[in-house]
C-alpha cells in the first residue's frame, strides 16, 4: 500500500501532504514534493505484523523469507521514491518468532559467538525491515530472492524462450537489471533456472512473484511424457476493479511505472471513497485472497503415455524372454575360445595339485547369487576335488550363508564326499579392506612384541595354492586384490566375478596383480563349451541372447528417434 | 518335490511375484514384500554382527582372557561404550573418540590403498607398454603393441586432464567457466571418449548382470508352476 | 628408487602441499571449474524448501569404500556444506544410508550443526540421520518405499553406491524430483549416465566440498589434487620416455 | 580438550597403520591389534544402525502415520529373524534356507527390475545427454561390448581379425585405469584431509 508523504529536507521526518512545516523540527516544507510510501513503513504506530494469522503457520523459513521479501520491497521503492528509511524498532518482529528462536536470539545478544548462520540472518532481516540498509547484513537473503525473482520472471516470458536465452548466452537477462542487482549477482553467481521435472511444478515464492507481476498463467506441461505434477491454483481475485487490483500488485512489486500509477490514481477517484480507505481495502483483500488461495500443491498427474509404454516395453522383454526360455530348444553356445584372463584361470584350475589348499572369498550378495553360482560351479568343482583344505572368510553380511549354500551343492554335485577334507569358516568382516588387511597381515606376522594379546583377528598362517574371490561388485574385489596385492604378493589371486564387475577388473589381470578371472554369463558360456559340459548355461543362453539384442534395439531405436526430435540436453559444459 | 521343497518354493515364488509387481507401479504387495525383507535382513545382519563380531572379539577375550589380555580390552570397551552412549543427544560429545579412531583408520587405509595398491602398480602398467622388449614379444603384433601403448598412453593421460578441477585462466564469458585450462581442455576431450567407452562396456556389463537376475526369477517362477501342475 | 619409495614421496608431497596452501597460504584464489550440475543442486534444494517437498541426501552403502577407502569420507566431508541453517529449520531433510557407520558419523554431523546455534529441543523433530535398509539391496528397498510414499524434491547421492542406485535414483526423478548423484562407484555412474544430468563422473566427485564450500582448506584440497595429478600426468610422459631409452 | 583428544587420536591411529604399510613386520602385531579394535566399532556401529531402522519404524507406529502397517511387518520380521538365529545360530542349516528363500527372491527380483529399468532408460539416453563425444562412446561401446558377448563375433587365432578384435576389446581399460588414477589421487587427498584434521567427521 502506497501512501504519500512529505519528507522533511532537514530531518527526514514524514509529514502529511497537506502539511506547510515540519511536525518535528518546524522546517518549512514548501516546494517539497510528495512521496509515496508503504503504510507500514509510514506508520510508526502501525503493527509491523502484515501476515494473517494463518501465515504465522507457514514453515519458519517461508516466514522469514516472506518478511525479507517485504523488506526488500520496501527498500526497492525507497530507492525509486528517493525518500530516506524511517525509524522503526528493531525488536518487533520478536513478537512473532518460536519460543527456541526468542532463547537462541536472547543467547546470541549475550554471546556473539553463539549464534548461528540462520539467527545472524534473521537478525539481519529484522535490522533490514527495521531500517537498517547495511548490505553486508541482508545480501544473503536478498541475493536468494531476487535469484527465485529472476528464475520467476524467467519463467513467465515462456518456457520456450527462457530454454532459447539459456542456450544463447545468459549475460543477455542480465544486462536491463538495476545496478545493486548485478552487483549481487555478481557477488552470489546466478541461479539457472532447473529443467523440465520443475518446470511443471512452480516454487510458492516463484507463484508469488508471478502472481505480483500479473502473470499467473496455467502451469506449464512437463514435455517429456513422464509423470509430471499438474498445479492446482485457484484464480487470484484481489479486488471487483481490475484495474485496482492490477495497481495494488504492481505497488507491491516495487516497479510500477509512474504514469500507470496515475492512471490507477484517475481510476480511484471514480470510486468515490478515500484514497486510504482504497488502499487498506485493496491491501486487506489482496492480504486475504493471498493467503486463501490454494497454493501450487503438486499433485500427481497420472501420465498414462509414458507409463503404458515403459509397461508395453517391460512385457514385450519379458514374453520374448519366457518363449525363449519354455520353447523347448536349447541354443548352441559360442564356440572357440575363452578369454586370455579365463583361459588362465581354467588352465591353473587343470593344473592344480592334487593336496592344494585353497582359500575362499565370498563378496556378493543373494541377489548375484543366480549368475556368480553360473561361473564359480565349475572352477569350484574342478578344484574341490583336488583340494586337500579349504578356508573362506565372507566380506558380504549373508556370505557365509551362501559360501556354505554353493559349497554344499557342489561337492553333492561332484560326488565329493562332505568330510573329505576340512572347510574352515573363518566368520564374516563387514569390511573387504579390513579382512584382507588382516589375512595379510597374518601371513606376513614376523615377529610378535611383549604384553601383547595374541589377536583374534590374524588367520592362521598358511601357503595357499590360491585365492578364489567370488564377488558381485568392482570394489568389493578391488579392496581384496589391493590389500592381498600389497601384504601377500606371492599367493596366486583368482577372479570369479560378475559381468559388471569385469570390465574394471580387466587393468588388475594385465598388472598381473590377478592371475586369471572369469566375469559374467559370457564366460560361463565359454567355459561350459570348453569344458564340453552342456547344460546349466546352455539352457539359459537363448533368453540371454533375446534380452541382449533387445537392449541394442533400444539403443539403436533411441538413437533414430533422437534423430527425429530434438535432444532435450541445453546445459552447456555437458558431456 | 518334497515337502520341504515344496514350502521354500511358495515362499520364493511369492515373494518373487510380490516384488516383481513393483513393475506395473508401486502397490501393497510390492511393499510387504520389500518390507519383510528389510526386517529379515535387518534381524540376520544383527545376530551375525553379534555372533561373529561382538562375541569373538569383546565377550569371549573378556571372559577368558588373561588379565593383561583383559587389560588392553579396556580400550576397545572404553570406545565401544562411548560410541553407545553418545547417541544420547545431550552426551553426543563422547562419541568423538571412538568416531576419530574409524577416521583415522579409515584415513591410513585409503592413502596406504590408494598409492600402493592402484596408483603405483598402474602406472607401471603404462610405462611397461613402452618396455620395447615387449613390442617383440609376439611376431607380426609389433605395430599393434606400439599402437597399443600410445593409446593407453594418450587415454590415461586425457582421462586424468578431463578429472582436472581448476578454470581456464581467463574466462570472458560463463561457457568458459567450465573449462580447463587450455592443454588440458583439449586432451580431455579424448579422455571423454575414452571415460564414454569405459562406461559404456561397464553398462553392458551391468544390464548382463541384471539379465541374468530376470533370466533366473523367469526359470524359477516357470519351473514351480511346472512341477506344481506337472505333479510333484 | 623404488616404487614403494616413490609412493612415500607421494604421499609425502601431497601432505606438505595440502598443509601449506591449506593452514599456512590459506589458500583464496583458486577458482574450480564451474558445474552446472552443483548449480542445479543447491537451485533444486531451494525449490523443495518452498515447494514443502522432501529432501535426501544419500551417504553411500559404506564408510569404508571399496572402490577406495576414501569415498566414504567424501560422502561425510561433503555432508555439512548440505546443512544449511535454512533446511536444518525447514527440517524436511533426510540423511540415509545403509552402512551403521556412516549413520552414526552422520548423526554426530548433524548434532553438531545444530549445537552451533540451535536449541537441541529443535533437532527431535528435525533433521535426521536414517538407516532404510542395512545392506545395499534392502536400502534399496527401503529407499523406493520412500521416494513412492511422497515426492522427493531434491535427492543428492554422495559416497559408494551399486548400480542398484538407479532404481530409486529414476523413480524419484520421474516423480518430479531433481537427482543429483556424486556417486564414486564406477557401476552406479554408468547406470546413471543413461538418464541423469546431474552427475558427476569419475575424480570429478571430490570437486563437490570445494564447490559448494569454497573455504581456503577445501580449496587447498582442489589445488593439492590438481598438483598431484599434474605432478603424475608429467611422471607418466617422463617414465615413458625414460622406458623408451631404457634407463627404466 | 575433547577437540584435541578428536583430532589426536585420528591422527596417531592413522599414523601408526601407515606406518604399518612401511615396517610391515615391525608392527604387525599392533596393527593386528587396532584392527581388531577398529572391527569391533564397526560392529557396534552396525547394531547402532539397525538401531536407527528400528526406531524409525517404532516412531511410525507410535504416531500411527500412513503405511505404519509395514513398520509393523518390518519389526515383526526383524524380531523373528533374530530370536530365530540367537535359538538357531546361523550355522544351522534351517536357519539358512530360512534367511536366503527370503533374501534372494527378493534381492534377485530387484535386480530384475534393473534389468527392465535399464533397457526402456536406454531409449533416452541420446534425449538426453545429446550429441556428444562421450555420449557417442557410450553408446558404440556398449552396443560392441553387448554383441561381443554374445560370441557372436567369432575369429580364428593369431588373425588380423583377432588381433584388432583385442585391441577394441582393450579400449575401455584405457579409460578405466584413467578412472582408477584419478579416483586414487582423490582417496588419497581425502585421507591426507583428515589426517590433517581439515576433514573432521568425528565433530568440530
Known amino acids: 500500500m502506497m501512501m504519500l508523504v512529505l519528507i522533511c529536507p532537514e530531518c527526514n521526518a514524514h509529514n502529511p501532504p497537506d502539511a506547510e512545516s515540519c511536525q518535528d523540527c518546524q522546517a518549512s516544507l514548501a516546494g517539497v514534493a510528495p512521496s509515496e510510501l508503504p503504510d507500514s513503513l509510514d506508520s510508526e504506530n502501525e503493527d509491523f505484523d502484515l501476515f494473517e494469522p494463518e501465515e504465522k503457520d507457514l514453515p519458519d523459513l517461508l516466514y522469514f523469507l516472506k518478511q525479507d521479501d517485504q523488506a526488500e520491497d520496501e527498500e526497492s521503492l525507497l530507492e525509486e521514491s528517493g525518500a530516506s528509511q524511517p525509524e522503526e524498532s528493531p525488536d518487533q518482529p520478536e513478537e512473532h518468532t518460536p519460543e527456541w528462536l526468542d532463547t537462541v536470539r536472547k543467547r546470541a545478544r549475550e554471546e556473539e559467538d553463539s549464534a548461528g548462520e540462520l539467527i545472524r540472518r534473521v537478525s539481519a532481516a529484522q535490522e533490514t525491515l527495521a531500517g537498517d540498509h547495511g548490505e553486508s547484513h541482508h545480501e544473503d537473503f536478498e541475493s536468494w530472492i531476487q535469484k527465485l525473482r529472476e528464475e520467476a520472471r524467467d519463467k513467465a516470458a515462456g518456457q520456450d524462450e527462457a530454454s532459447e536465452e539459456r542456450s544463447s548466452g545468459e549475460g543477455e537477462a542480465g544486462e536491463s537489471d538495476p545496478e545493486w542487482l548485478s552487483r549481487v549477482r555478481k557477488a552470489h553467481g546466478s541461479l539457472e533456472p532447473p529443467r523440465e521435472p520443475d518446470a511443471a511444478g512452480r516454487s510458492l515464492l516463484e507463484w508469488l512473484v508471478e502472481l505480483e507481476e500479473g502473470q499467473e498463467e496455467n502451469p506449464p506441461e512437463e514435455e517429456d511424457g513422464e509423470i509430471a505434477e499438474a498445479e492446482v491454483t485457484q484464480p487470484i481475485r484481489t479486488h471487483g476493479d481490475e484495474a485496482a487490483g492490477d495497481r495494488t500488485q504492481e505497488v507491491r512489486t516495487g516497479t510500477t511505472p509512474a504514469k500507470e500509477t496515475e492512471t490507477a490514481k484517475a481510476e480511484l477517484v471514480t470510486v468515490g471513497i478515500t484514497r486510504d480507505e482504497h488502499e487498506q481495502a485493496d491491501l486487506l483483500a489482496t492480504t486475504i485472497t493471498d493467503e486463501r488461495a490454494d497454493r501450487p500443491t503438486p499433485l500427481e498427474k497420472p501420465k498414462t503415455a509414458g507409463w503404458l509404454v515403459r509397461a508395453i516395453l517391460a512385457l514385450l522383454l519379458i514374453t520374448g524372454m519366457s518363449l525363449a526360455l519354455f520353447s523347448g530348444s536349447q541354443a548352441r553356445l559360442p564356440g572357440g575360445q575363452l578369454p586370455p584372463a579365463g583361459q588362465a584361470l581354467w588352465d591353473w584350475a587343470a593344473e592344480l595339485l592334487e593336496g592344494a589348499s585353497l582359500l575362499l572369498v565370498f563378496d556378493y550378495q543373494p541377489g548375484y547369487a543366480a549368475e556368480l553360482e553360473l561361473i564359480a560351479a565349475p572352477i569350484l568343482k574342478e578344484t574341490l576335488a583336488k583340494a586337500s583344505e579349504v578356508a573362506f572368510v565372507s566380506s558380504s553380511a549373508s556370505g557365509t550363508l551362501l559360501a556354505e549354500a554353493l559349497l554344499t551343492e557342489v561337492m553333492e554335485a561332484s560326488a565329493v564326499p562332505k568330510d573329505s577334507f576340512p572347510v574352515e569358516n573363518w566368520g564374516y568382516y563387514p569390511v573387504g579392506a579390513f579382512g584382507a588387511y588382516g589375512i595379510a597381515s597374518g601371513l606376513n606376522a614376523s615377529m610378535q612384541l611383549p604384553n601383547l594379546p595374541e589377536p583374534t583377528l590374524t588367520f592362521p598362517q598358511r601357503d595357499y595354492e590360491g585365492i578364489l574371490i567370488l564377488s558381485d561388485q568392482f570394489d568389493g574385489a578391488q579392496a581384496w586384490i589391493e590389500q592381498l596385492t600389497v601384504l601377500s604378493p606371492d599367493t596366486p589371486v583368482h577372479l570369479l566375478v560378475s559381468a559388471q564387475a569385469g570390465p574394471m577388473l580387466m587393468p588388475y589381470f594385465e598388472s598381473g596383480q590377478v592371475s586369471g578371472m572369469l566375469s559374467g554369463v559370457g564366460d560361463a558360456a565359454g567355459l561350459e563349451s570348453v569344458m564340453d559340459q552342456g547344460g546349466v548355461v546352455a539352457r539359459r543362453w537363448r533368453a540371454y541372447q533375446v534380452g541382449t539384442l533387445s537392449l541394442v534395439a533400444m539403443l539403436v531405436l533411441g538413437v533414430m528417434i533422437s534423430l527425429i526430435a530434438q535432444p532435450q540436453s541445453d546445459r552447456r559444459g555437458e558431456v | ?232 | 628408487m623404488t616404487w614403494t619409495l616413490l609412493g612415500w614421496i607421494f604421499i609425502g608431497l601431497g601432505a606438505v602441499i595440502l598443509l601449506v596452501l591449506g593452514w599456512i597460504i590459506k589458500l583464496k584464489g583458486y577458482p574450480p571449474r564451474r558445474m552446472p550440475a552443483i548449480q542445479y543442486l543447491q537451485g533444486s534444494r531451494v525449490a523443495a524448501i518452498e515447494r514443502g517437498r522432501h529432501q535426501q541426501i544419500v551417504l553411500g552403502h559404506q564408510l569404508w569404500s571399496r572402490v577406495y577407502p576414501g569415498l566414504g569420507l567424501f560422502a561425510l566431508s561433503v555432508l555439512p556444506s548440505l546443512l544449511d541453517p535454512e533446511n536444518l529449520v525447514n527440517g524436511d531433510q533426510a540423511v540415509s544410508t545403509s552402512d551403521g557407520s556412516v549413520v552414526v558419523f552422520a548423526q554426530q554431523i548433524i548434532q553438531g550443526r545444530y549445537q552451533e546455534g540451535f536449541s537441541t529441543s529443535l533437532h527431535e523433530s528435525s533433521v535426521r540421520a536414517a538407516l532404510p535398509g542395512p545392506t545395499p539391496l534392502s536400502f534399496t528397498a527401503g529407499l523406493l518405499a520412500d521416494v513412492q510414499a511422497h515426492p522427493h524434491g531434491s535427492l543428492a547421492l554422495f559416497g559408494d553406491y551399486g548400480p542398484e542406485a538407479a532404481l530409486w535414483a529414476m523413480s524419484a526423478a520421474r516423480r518430479g524430483g531433481q537427482v543429483f548423484a556424486a556417486a564414486g562407484s564406477i557401476a552406479s555412474q554408468a547406470v546413471l549416465y543413461l538418464e541423469l544430468r546431474d552427475l558427476l563422473l569419475g575424480e570429478e566427485v571430490f570437486m563437490v566440498p570445494g564447490l559448494l564450500a569454497p573455504t581456503s582448506l577445501n580449496l587447498a584440497g582442489l589445488l593439492t589434487e590438481d598438483i598431484l595429478r599434474i605432478g603424475l600426468i608429467l611422471l607418466l610422459i617422463a617414465g615413458v620416455i625414460l622406458t623408451l631409452v631404457g634407463v627404466v | 580438550m575433547k577437540k584435541i583428544l578428536g583430532i589426536a587420536v585420528a591422527i596417531i591411529v592413522g599414523l601408526v597403520v601407515l606406518a604399518g604399510y612401511f615396517f610391515q613386520s615391525q608392527l604387525s602385531p599392533i596393527l593386528a591389534l587396532v584392527f581388531e579394535w577398529g572391527l569391533v566399532l564397526i560392529g557396534v556401529a552396525g547394531l547402532i544402525g539397525i538401531g536407527y531402522l528400528l526406531a524409525m519404524h517404532m516412531r511410525k507406529i507410535v504416531r500411527w502415520e500412513k503405511r505404519s502397517f509395514f513398520s509393523i511387518i518390518v519389526l515383526i520380521a526383524f524380531l523373528f529373524a533374530m530370536i530365530a538365529g540367537i535359538l538357531l545360530t546361523p550355522q544351522n542349516a534351517l536357519y539358512r534356507d530360512l534367511v536366503l528363500n527370503v533374501q534372494i527372491p527378493v534381492e534377485t527380483s530387484l535386480l530384475a527390475i534393473l534389468a527392465v529399468t535399464l533397457f526402456y532408460a536406454s531409449l533416452r539416453l541420446i534425449r538426453v545427454r545429446g550429441w556428444t563425444p562421450m555420449s557417442i562412446a557410450f553408446l558404440a561401446s556398449a552396443i560392441f561390448s553387448l554383441i561381443l558377448d554374445l560370441g557372436i563375433i567369432q575369429t580364428g587365432v593369431g588373425t588380423i581379425a583377432s588381433t584388432v578384435l583385442a585391441f577394441f576389446e582393450r579400449l575401455p581399460l584405457v579409460g578405466a585405469r584413467g578412472i582408477l588414477l584419478g579416483m586414487a589421487l582423490g582417496g588419497l587427498v581425502v585421507g591426507l584431509r583428515v589426517l590433517l584434521a581439515i576433514d573432521r567427521p568425528y565433530g568440530e
Open chain 2, 1 to 232: 518335490m518334497n515337502l520341504n521343497e515344496l514350502i521354500w518354493g511358495a515362499v520364493g515364488f511369492l515373494l518373487t511375484v510380490m516384488a516383481l509387481s513393483y513393475l506395473i507401479g508401486d502397490n501393497f504387495f510390492f511393499r510387504l514384500a520389500t518390507h519383510l525383507f528389510i526386517g529379515l535382513t535387518a534381524g540376520y545382519l544383527a545376530v551375525i554382527l553379534i555372533n561373529q563380531i561382538i562375541w569373538p572379539h569383546l565377550v569371549v577375550p573378556l571372559a577368558t582372557g588373561t588379565w593383561t589380555e583383559r587389560l588392553w580390552l579396556v580400550i576397545p570397551l572404553g570406545l565401544v561404550l562411548l560410541l553407545i552412549l553418545s547417541q544420547i543427544p545431550k552426551l553426543s560429545g563422547l562419541g568423538k573418540v571412538p568416531l576419530a579412531f574409524l577416521a583415522g583408520l579409515t584415513a591410513a587405509i585409503a592413502i596406504g590403498g590408494a598409492v600402493f595398491g592402484t596408483l603405483i602398480p598402474q602406472s607401471r602398467v603404462v610405462l611397461d607398454a613402452f618396455d620395447p622388449a615387449r613390442w617383440y614379444e609376439i611376431p607380426g603384433q609389433t605395430w599393434l603393441r606400439i599402437l597399443d601403448a600410445a593409446v593407453m598412453l594418450l587415454g590415461t593421460v586425457g582421462t586424468l586432464s578431463y578429472f582436472h578441477f581448476g578454470r581456464k585462466f581467463k574466462t570472458g564469458s560463463k561457457d568458459e567457466e567450465t573449462q580447463r585450462p587450455l592443454l588440458l581442455e583439449g586432451l580431455s576431450k579424448v579422455g571423454q571418449v575414452f571415460i564414454g567407452i569405459t562406461l559404456g562396456a561397464v553398462f553392458a556389463g551391468i544390464f548382463s548382470t541384471a539379465l541374468v537376475a530376470l533370466i533366473d526369477r523367469l526359470i524359477f517362477l516357470g519351473v514351480f508352476i511346472i512341477q506344481l501342475t506337472g505333479g510333484m
